[in-house]
């Protein structure tokens, strides 16, 4: 009887929090669909960390790149946006090709933006402060009535919203960069 009751109470939590998160998912859906939005997405799954040592930004030979999990995920990622008519402006990509096939396997046209690059290696920290200030800036001057999508690296999402996020994440802000909510299940 006691065994009936916990298999009951855990089947119950497992339905309430199913549910919750798709209601959770409902509420972010209508608020992109609203415009107005700023959206980060981490780019898709590309195993391993970091880069190599013989990283050349001009080469995905030499970079971390999507696997066949990561080119689906971006796949859906996109499906998501276009299936709920979710308005898009435009969409920027750091120039790390992990990030441009993000982009491009889930929006088609993109443009890249250095200023969302990486810089969790050594050879790239120098470039943190001007990149941090240069997406500030963008994004303080930014003005249009759909939302604007961002794909980027763990780093850059951690420092501008102080939010760790998992692979293919999608991280919805309003305009003044306040969370609004997070989306990994689309």
């Known amino acids: 009887m006691f065994?009936?009751?916990?298999?009951?109470?855990?089947?119950?939590?497992?339905?309430?929090?199913?549910?919750?998160?798709?209601?959770?998912?409902?509420?972010?859906v209508n608020e992109l669909k609203k415009g107005k939005k700023i959206i980060f997405i981490?780019?898709?799954?590309?195993?391993?960390s970091g880069d190599p040592d013989n990283f050349k930004l001009n080469d995905c030979f030499?970079?971390?790149?999507?696997d066949l999990e990561g080119i689906e995920q971006s796949k859906k990622m996109?499906?998501?946006?276009?299936?709920?008519?979710?308005?898009?402006?435009?969409?920027?990509?750091?120039?790390?090709?992990?990030?441009?096939?993000?982009?491009?396997?889930a929006f088609k046209d993109f443009k890249t933006f250095d200023a969302l690059n990486s810089f969790y290696s050594a050879k790239f920290k120098e470039n943190k402060e001007k990149q941090m200030k240069d997406l500030s800036k963008y994004l303080n001057?930014?003005?249009?009535?759909?939302?604007l999508i961002l794909v980027t690296h763990y780093v850059v999402i951690l420092e501008i919203?102080?939010?760790?996020?998992?692979?293919?994440?999608?991280?919805?802000?309003?305009?003044?960069?306040?969370l609004i909510g997070s989306i990994s299940d689309y």
């Open 161 to 178: 919203l102080d939010k760790a996020v998992s692979s293919g994440e999608i991280v919805i802000t309003d305009t003044n960069l306040n």
């Open 78 to 105: 996109g499906l998501f946006f276009s299936k709920n008519n979710i308005p898009i402006a435009e969409v920027l990509s750091s120039e790390w090709c992990r990030c441009k096939d993000t982009a491009k396997f």
């Open 141 to 147: 001057n930014w003005k249009n009535e759909k939302n």
């Open 62 to 66: 030499t970079q971390r790149n999507l």
């Open 3 to 28: 065994k009936n009751i916990i298999k009951i109470f855990i089947f119950s939590l497992f339905f309430i929090s199913s549910f919750s998160n798709v209601f959770s998912n409902e509420k972010i």
């Open 42 to 48: 981490r780019h898709a799954i590309a195993p391993g």
